[in-house]
T-cell receptor, first 111, second 115 residues
Framework: GQQVMQIPQYQHVQEGEDFTTYCNSSTTLSNIQWYKQRPGGHPVFLIQLVKSGEVKKQKRLTFQFGEAKKNSSLHITATQTTDVGTYFCALRGGATNKLIFGTGTLLAVQP | DSGVTQTPKHLITATGQRVTLRCSPRSGDLSVYWYQQSLDQGLQFLIQYYNGEERAKGNILERFSAQQFPDLHSELNLSSLELGDSALYFC??????????????FGPGTRLTVL
């Protein structure tokens, strides 16, 4: 079945530094979603990308879908302590809407 | 607060036992999904129900079963529990079944510890 790999597994930054996590697939993806899970919390939907080369912004967060639709990235500008958590990419599996999650990137932000 | 509720929050039980996890979806959502989150397996889809019927199955063990009731709440039954079943179990809900994109809203999870 389809799988997505995320890198890095863990990143520790100083507050104010930028952060990027990457999601890669060996097959073409029809869509990619991004979720954030705070420590001790549950996954919360951030965004969905469907078009080749799509770029979407949410305040300090920038999401990109690769031209070949095999990779995606999430970039956070000037991290804040509130950005701490695990960021997951996920694909929607066909017509059932089930989600296939990537391995996640744990972001730690030092004040 | 996502509007999805799960009970209990924590469950501690012994190997070989059986437990039931409960989920109430957001008002108006017809689809319920169950996911398992563990350190070694990550976040994995188990099963989906839509309006009372099974819609999709993922990596769900035969010892596990689920159902969705007429009032749309769902239960996940885990039997003959093993140490490796210790995990966080999330329920999520969405409006539709998947014909078009539907955002999923996750509940707070049930942490299961098998001793």
């Amino acid at each position: 079945g389809q799988q997505v790999m995320q890198i890095p597994q863990y990143q520790h930054v100083q507050e104010g530094e930028d952060f990027t996590t990457y999601c890669n697939s060996s097959t073409t993806l029809s869509n990619i979603q991004w979720y954030k899970q705070r420590p001790g919390g549950h996954p919360v939907f951030l965004i969905q990308l469907v078009k080749s080369g799509e770029v979407k912004k949410q305040k300090r967060l920038t999401f990109q879908f690769g031209e070949a639709k095999k990779n995606s990235s999430l970039h956070i500008t000037a991290t804040q302590t509130t950005d701490v958590g695990t960021y997951f990419c996920a694909l929607r599996g066909g017509a059932t809407n089930k989600l296939i999650f990537g391995t996640g990137t744990l972001l730690a932000v030092q004040p | 607060d996502s509007g999805v509720t799960q009970t209990p929050k924590h469950l501690i039980t012994a190997t070989g036992q059986r437990v039931t996890l409960r989920c109430s979806p957001r008002s108006g959502d017809l689809s319920v999904y169950w996911y398992q989150q563990s350190l070694d397996q990550g976040l994995q889809f188990l099963i989906q129900y839509y309006n009372g019927e099974e819609r999709a199955k993922g990596n769900i063990l035969e010892r596990f079963s689920a159902q969705q009731f007429p009032d749309l709440h769902s239960e996940l039954n885990l039997s003959s529990l093993e140490l490796g079943d210790s995990a966080l179990y999330f329920c999520a809900s969405s409006v539709g079944a998947g014909e078009a994109y539907n955002e999923q809203f996750f509940g707070p999870g049930t942490r299961l510890t098998v001793l």
